[in-house]
Every structure is written in C-alpha cells, then in structure tokens.
C-alpha cells in the first residue's frame, strides 16, 4: 500500500498536463499574423472617412454636430460658405476644417450617428500605428474619399480587402424615431465608389444579408430569447439534439479548414524546399 502512494504521488506531477494533452488533438487556431488575419466584424469600429455624393460633390456640410457630440473631444471641424460658383458640398456651408485625433479617439462612433447627412462613418481598418503625434492629427486631406470614392491609405495603415465595405453598417439598420415599418427601407444616398448601401439586417424582414454579411439574432444568440420566441422544434430533448448537430457541423468545418491551412503549410514548405535545392546546384 506505501509503494502505490509513493507512485501515485510521482505521477501526480504529470496530472499538470491534462489540458496540454488534451489541446494537441483538437485544431490548431493560431494563424500566421500579419500575413493571415481573421475576417473582422461586418460592424467593426475602424479608422473614419468622409464621404462623397456619387456626383463626386462632399456630403460633410459643416454643421459640427460630430464635434459636438464627441465625448472625447478629438474632433475639429470649421465650417465655411460655399463659394457660389464652385460649391464644394450640396448645402450653404461645407467642411472647410476637418481634424480627428486618433490619440484620443475611442471609436464610439457617436459622431457616425449625429451627421445628419452621413458624411463621415468608420471603415473596418483599426491597424494603423504612428511613430509621431503629428501622423495621429488626421486632416481633411486625409479623410477624405479620393476621385474614385475608396479612402486614402496612409503608409502606416494595414488595409486589407473589405475594410472599406459596408462601414457604419448598424446607421441603416435602425428605423427613424422607432419606427420599425421603416426598418429596413433605403432612406440614405449613394456613395461615390460604392452606390446606395444595402440596408442591414434590424428587427424587420427586409435585410440583406447575403450583401452584409450579417447574421440574424434569433440564429445566433436564441439562448437569450424567450420561450414564446423560441421554435418548438429547438426546445426540450429536440433542440438538444438539434443544437448538438449544429455544433459537430461546426467543428467538422472548423478541421476542415485547419487541414487546409496545414496542406498549404506544407506545400509552401515543399516548394521553399525545392527552390533552396535549385538554388545550391
């Protein structure tokens, strides 16, 4: 009996690498950033930009109620008339000063809501660092959507496909004082670049969400809803079983992919492999 706890007592030590042992079964969820990323949000906060008309006109018009409302107080904007043979915006005034402070920005995108025109709203680039508080003072110059309607890239900006799409997504999901026979209906105008946005997914059936890439809150968060809400087929032993089948669904695709990644992997290293041998003969 004294020789069976003395062992028990070795071996405890390696009861320490239970969930180590247990982690080298399941997929691996590290990727190689920066090089890979995962897909961000399709309401990610990110960096600001200052739209166009699709006349190629501004939409900002000067009014500084983004300024106003900041409770950071990193926005400066200054209005000015416009001139009446070369208007720069539809309105009597436009944005003549336009400044963002990213060292105090917080990203709350109460700025986004108070435009009355939705001239400024946030893309999906949140990756960008300075080396100088003089580069964090974004300028109008700067904010604003070139020629083409796609925002500027600075050179300390990490932009990545779909960063600009779709930004401020959760501004054409609301209906205007509550009114949900409005959700849903197109009552913004286009962008230069990109056209009339596709309208969110809100409380209502008119949603896009193939374009938006959003997923409905009774598909993903039915947990938090109330019985009455919830489909008889997803209560009691069925939606035991229904849920478990949704989650081996998702975990196959989840092993699929990291066999994929780990296919690539190891063709990359095949062919790294081939190109040194070339190179040495």
């Given amino acids: ?5 003395a062992i028990r007592e070795d071996v405890k030590f390696f009861g320490g690498f ?3 042992f247990e982690h080298l079964t399941r997929p691996r969820v590290t990727r190689q950033y920066p090089d890979e990323k995962l ?32 409770p950071a107080d990193c926005i400066y904007v200054r209005g000015l008339d416009n001139p009446p043979d070369a208007p720069v915006s539809p309105g009597e005034r436009y944005g003549y000063v336009y400044e963002i402070n990213y060292l105090r920005c917080i990203h709350c995108d109460l700025c986004v809501e108070a435009c009355p ?6 893309s999906k680039l949140f990756e960008f660092s300075f080396t100088n508080r003089a580069d964090a003072i974004y300028t109008k110059a700067e904010l604003l959507t070139g020629d083409d309607g796609k925002p500027k890239k600075m050179p300390w900006e990490d932009w990545r496909e779909g ?14 004082s509550g009114n949900a026979s409005y959700e849903g209906e197109v009552q913004w105008s286009g962008e230069l670049g990109y056209g009339v946005r596709a309208p969110e997914g809100g409380q209502s059936s008119r949603r ?20 009455r809400d919830i489909p008889p087929a997803h209560r009691g032993m069925r939606g035991r079983l229904w849920r478990a089948k ?20 190891r063709g990359a290293r095949a062919e790294a492999k081939a190109a040194k041998k070339r190179g040495g003969a």
């Fill in 246 to 265: 949704i989650s081996a669904q998702r975990n196959r695709r989840k092993m699929q992919r990291s066999r994929d990644r780990l296919k690539e992997l």
């Fill in 18 to 20: 239970k969930l180590t």
């Fill in 117 to 122: 025109t939705e001239a400024i709203t946030e």
């Fill in 163 to 176: 960063d600009d799409a779709l930004t401020s997504g959760w501004m054409r999901a609301v209906a205007p």
């Fill in 208 to 227: 896009d969400d193939a374009a938006t890439g959003m997923l409905a809150v009774r598909d993903v968060l039915e947990g938090h809803l109330l019985d």
């Fill in 1 to 5: 009996m004294g020789v069976l706890s």
């Fill in 39 to 70: 897909p961000k949000q399709p309401r990610q906060h990110g960096r600001h930009v200052l739209n166009r008309y699709e006349d190629g006109m501004e939409k900002c018009i000067g009014c500084e109620l983004c300024a106003g409302v900041c």
